[in-house]
Structure formats: structure tokens, C-alpha cells
């Protein structure tokens, strides 16, 4: 059974940082790329960044800078470090798999919401 499952979110200030973790249980974790993708309210949901299964990163522009995204093959697990916060980063921050091999294995966490708010 194939487990996605996002934590680390909260509120936090503007200028603030939070990190987010995202646990991945019952797949070949290194034969994924692991994206970070948020959902506003109101809005579509959005891509914020993807890590390659060797771990290089790419990130959408409205986050480059301030975000970075790592991933612990050992652990099972990706990181998103988020820093600089605004007020526009609010949203329900959901880990996404997708499998190099197989299109149809593509599979998504619960969410965790983030907002950032004085």
C-alpha cells in the first residue's frame, strides 16, 4: 500500500520559515521524482518545485530563491525548506510521486496547509 504523508505545516509570520517533510512508504522511492505542489483558496493548484530521482531540483519562479527542495533517499522522504514567506504563499502544500517508469503510478499526500499571517 503506497503511503504519501506531508507534515510540518502551521502559521508562521511573514519573513518567517517552515519546513516541510513528506514520507513516502511503499514504493522504490529512488525510482521517483518528487514534486511540492500548493493550493490556494479560490485557485488551481500549482506546481512549487520537483526533485529528480538523483536529486537535482527545479523550482517555479515565484518561489526561486526561497525555497529549496531536498530529498533523503535513505529516509524516504523529501524536504521543503521555505523561507522569506509571504503572505501569498498561503496555501494547502500537498508532495506529489510520480514514477519514471510507470505513468500510471503517480500518487498524493493529504495536504498540509501553511499560512502565513501577522
Known amino acids: 500500500q503506497v503511503k504519501i504523508v506531508e507534515s510540518g505545516g502551521g502559521l508562521v509570520q511573514p519573513g518567517g520559515s517552515l519546513r516541510l517533510s513528506c514520507a513516502a512508504s511503499g514504493i522504490i522511492f529512488g525510482y521517483y521524482v518528487m514534486g511540492w505542489y500548493r493550493q490556494a483558496p479560490g485557485k488551481q493548484r500549482e506546481l512549487v518545485g520537483v526533485?529528480?530521482?538523483?536529486?537535482?531540483?527545479n523550482y517555479a519562479d515565484s518561489v526561486k530563491g526561497r525555497f529549496t527542495i531536498s530529498r533523503d533517499n535513505a529516509k524516504n522522504t523529501v524536504y521543503l525548506q521555505m523561507n522569506s514567506l509571504k503572505p501569498g504563499d498561503t496555501a494547502v502544500y500537498y508532495c506529489n510521486a510520480k514514477s519514471l517508469f510507470d505513468k500510471g503510478a503517480d500518487y498524493w499526500g493529504q495536504g498540509t496547509q501553511v499560512t502565513v499571517s501577522s
Open positions: 526533485i529528480t530521482s538523483g536529486g537535482s531540483p
